[in-house]
T-cell receptor, first 108, second 111 residues
Framework: GIQVEQSPPDLILQEGANSTLRCNFS?????LQWFHQNPWGQLINLFY???GTKQNGRLSATTVATERYSLLYISSSQTTDSGVYFC??????????FGKGTLLTVNP | SQTIHQWPATLVQPVGSPLSLECTVE??????LYWYRQAAGRGLQLLFY??????ISSEVPQNLSASRPQDRQFILSSKKLLLSDSGFYLC??????????FGEGSWLTVV
């Protein structure tokens, strides 16, 4: 099956800093999504981005499908950005394979 | 707008007892439905998915089963829980645009 590697595994920032999270995958995909899991366990869909670039407020994501990676950018980080960020990929219509996530801690 | 709910939110069950977790989606029809488990260490493991009523695909052989008795209802069950079944269980749905949306999750502790 597809392998998904996320880096870094842990990241600590001061409020206001910028960060880049990376997701590498081992095979061609036609589905790639980024999620944020808050400290209470709720998983929120951030982006559906199998290719190209999208932006939503302080967050943006870029996927270069031909080189098998995706990047999630967080600008001007806030304490509410803390949590685990997951990348998930799929090559069929129904199933996603999740990476192990990046644990982000934003300190005030 | 679409919403997804799952319950119960938390439960503590003795080894050998049965389990039933329920998930319901509102505001859409014929969704794809999923059950995931998240153990300590963060990774999400896909347990079951369903593309229609009565259609269940199992990803991991284990002590659990799933059923989809109605279009927007997905149930995770076990006849006899094991200690290793403890974890955080998440239900999700996706539609024609393939984005997955998750429920609030259910914390299961088997004692």
């Amino acid at each position: 099956g597809i392998q998904v590697e996320q880096s870094p595994p842990d990241l600590i920032l001061q409020e206001g800093a910028n960060s880049t999270l990376r997701c590498n995958f081992s095979d061609s995909v036609n589905n790639l999504q980024w999620f944020h899991q808050n400290p209470w366990g709720q998983l929120i869909n951030l982006f559906y981005i199998p290719s190209g670039t999208k932006q939503n407020g302080r967050l943006s994501a870029t996927t270069v499908a031909t080189e098998r990676y995706s990047l999630l950018y967080i600008s001007s980080s806030q304490t509410t950005d803390s949590g685990v960020y997951f990348c998930a990929v799929g090559s069929s219509n129904y199933k996603l394979t999740f990476g192990k996530g990046t644990l982000l801690t934003v300190n005030p | 707008s679409q919403t997804i709910h799952q319950w119960p939110a938390t439960l503590v069950q003795p080894v050998g007892s049965p389990l039933s977790l329920e998930c319901t989606v509102e505001g859409t029809s014929n969704p794809n439905l999923y059950w995931y488990r998240q153990a300590a260490g963060r990774g999400l493991q896909l347990l079951f998915y369903s593309v229609g009523i009565g259609q269940i695909s199992s990803e991991v052989p284990q002590n659990l089963s799933a059923s989809r008795p109605q279009d927007r209802q997905f149930i995770l069950s076990s006849k006899k829980l094991l200690l290793s079944d403890s974890g955080f269980y998440l239900c999700a749905w996706s539609g024609q645009y393939r984005e997955e949306y998750f429920g609030e999750g259910s914390w299961l502790t088997v004692v």
